[in-house]
């Protein structure tokens, strides 16, 4: 009798803590990027950021902007993480931002937010917590950005 | 104009990134931080003078200002640099810049001040040096009687001892003046002087090589109207040059050489050599034809060390050679004829240059004064009346002697 007790008294104790351990989560961590990085590809459309130690390459976006991906035609690239630890990823000419979701040895599209029908001519992130600020510094065009889209403050408030 | 230039540059320069970015980025902003940065770094690296140091300070709590607000993200942006240490930094580097400019501007004060100085010596020299050839040449011409030539190369000699005289104060004030400077500011002079602001004429190096020139002219023209005193001063001179040049003339060089730091160093080692060779071939030689005049055989010597061991061994000799001659007169007489020599000359005359010129160390003199003193002791022959009474205290003694056994 005591025996199978304390058998299932150990069952109960592994079960706990073996569940426990699975699902250790800490909370609130902050991921945010304060300033944009801007890399410039290499030859292979690959593009290395040594400060946020990010390495990942630029094609597959370009062709999915341009339709191709024969060369790199893109001179800079411009990221920035918002504090969820999402990346907003675009370049001169796209007419989008990416919005991507760091999976095990990938980057998942989580949304991609049309901002310019003609593309963007110089863009820049600025971190404005909770949001993401995309810049248009040729034309002066402002986009206040969320991992879901354009955050538009008169539809919130 | 020049200071007023660079400010007026750092301040467009400075204006112009402000105005470029109407729709800025944090990104941007820290690219406009950074540029900036660099901007009054490079133009506080150029600054010439303290002035410029002034409004560079001022530019630099403008550019504070400008980016305070900013601080938290260029903290961030500018890691492991933050905005405070790249603002201290630049100020760090004006204080730097303005306490190296006061030294320079201290230290090209007083150089214009010696170049002054300088260029009055060289106007001097040349009316001595013209003096001095008038004389040679009108000695050299001379049909006139002896006692008129005599005149002319007292004259001449006069004038020859008073433009090396001369020439040893000019040096010695180079030398002072020179070793004042900072060392620190040596490589900042020479900067300043490679621009090409020092005027032509005011380079000491070119007196310098003047001098040189004219004393190895003035050997080679000479004609047997100097006699050895004036050769012993020209090799002292020369020494005292060759050491001064030793000491300074590498910052000299360096300050003043220019784009020609190495013609300059071989042009003058080469006419120091020169000056060396003749000053020291014509003062043995004068030295030797003297005391060949005075009868003292000292040997064969060409060189400070030569010479100092012909007199020593010379003296050394004499000194034993007279021992036990204690009626003998020779030997005496051949100390008198030195000793006129050695305190007349060496003592008196020739000390100052003998000694300047590490022909004889005093040292060396005393140890030869020591054994021309033994010399005169040994060498000085009895006298006659001591003699004479000798004589009379011997008869006396034999004389008590004979009194003596007569009476026993």
Redesign the interface.
């Known amino acids: 009798m005591t025996a199978a007790r304390l058998s299932l008294l150990s069952f109960v104790l592994v079960l706990f803590f073996g569940t426990a351990c699975k699902t250790f989560v800490v909370k609130n961590v902050n991921y945010a990027q304060q300033v944009e990085s801007v890399l410039t590809p290499d030859e292979q459309g690959e593009v290395k950021d040594t400060r946020y130690g990010v390495a990942f390459n630029i094609l597959p976006f370009q062709f999915q902007e341009l339709n191709d991906s024969s060369s790199v035609m893109v001179d800079k690239v411009r990221l920035i993480r918002n504090s969820k630890g999402f990346y907003f990823i675009t370049a001169d000419g796209f007419s989008s931002v990416y919005v991507m979701e760091p999976i095990k040895s990938g980057l998942k599209l989580k949304e991609k937010i049309e901002v310019s029908e003609e593309g963007l001519i110089s863009p820049a992130f600025n971190l404005r917590t909770p949001y993401i600020e995309l810049v248009d510094t040729e034309t002066s065009q402002v986009f206040t950005l969320n991992e879901k889209g354009i955050y538009n403050q008169e539809n919130a408030s | 104009m020049k200071k007023l230039s660079t400010t007026l540059a750092v301040f467009l320069a400075l204006f112009s990134i402000q105005v470029s ?8 902003i ?1 690219e406009a931080f950074e540029a900036k940065h660099e901007t009054l770094s490079l133009a506080i690296e150029d600054a010439q003078s303290v002035d410029t140091i002034d409004s560079l300070l001022l530019a630099i709590d403008n550019f504070q200002d400008e980016y305070n607000e900013h601080q938290e ?1 260029l903290d ?2 500018l ?1 492991p640099e933050s905005y405070e240490s790249k603002i201290a930094d630049l100020r760090s580097k004006a204080r730097t810049a303005e306490h190296k400019l006061l030294v320079i501007e201290n230290q090209s004060e007083k150089l214009s001040i010696l170049t002054d100085e300088l260029n009055q010596y060289k106007s001097e020299l040349a009316l001595l040096t013209q003096r001095s050839d008038s004389l040679r040449i009108a000695i050299s011409n001379s049909q006139e009687s002896e006692e008129n030539l005599s005149r002319l190369v007292r004259n001449y000699r006069q004038s020859v001892e008073q433009r090396d005289q001369f020439i040893f104060d000019m040096v010695d004030s180079l030398f002072i003046t020179y070793k004042q400077l900072a060392p620190e500011s040596i490589d900042e002079l020479s900067k300043q002087n490679e621009t090409g602001t020092l005027a032509s004429g005011d380079n000491p190096l070119e007196t310098i090589e003047l001098i040189l020139e004219e004393n190895v002219e003035t050997l080679k023209a000479e004609a047997n109207t100097l006699n050895t005193e004036d050769y012993l001063r020209i090799y002292a001179l020369h020494h005292k040059v060759e050491e001064v040049w030793n000491s300074i003339g590498d910052d000299l060089i360096a300050i003043y050489g220019g784009k020609n730091k190495n013609k300059w160093n071989a042009q003058i080692e080469n006419n120091l050599k020169e000056w060396k060779a003749s000053a020291s071939l014509s003062m043995w030689k004068s030295l030797d034809n003297y005391l060949e005049n005075k009868d003292v055989d000292l040997g064969a010597f060409d060189s400070n060390s030569s010479f100092f061991k012909s007199l020593d061994s010379f003296v050394s000799k004499a000194r034993d050679q007279s021992e036990g001659e204690i009626l003998n007169n020779t030997t005496y007489e051949d100390y008198k004829t030195f000793r006129e020599f050695w305190s007349t000359k060496v003592l008196n005359d020739w000390n100052q240059y003998l000694v300047e010129a590490e022909v004889l160390t005093t040292n060396q003199i005393a140890t030869i004064d020591n054994k021309v003193d033994d010399w005169e002791d040994k060498s000085k022959p009895l006298s006659t009346t001591f003699i004479i009474l000798f004589g009379i205290a011997v008869l006396a003694v034999i004389g008590f002697i004979v009194l003596l056994v007569k009476q026993n």
């Open positions: 970015f109407a729709q800025q980025s944090d990104f941007q820290k993200m961030y942006a890691y």
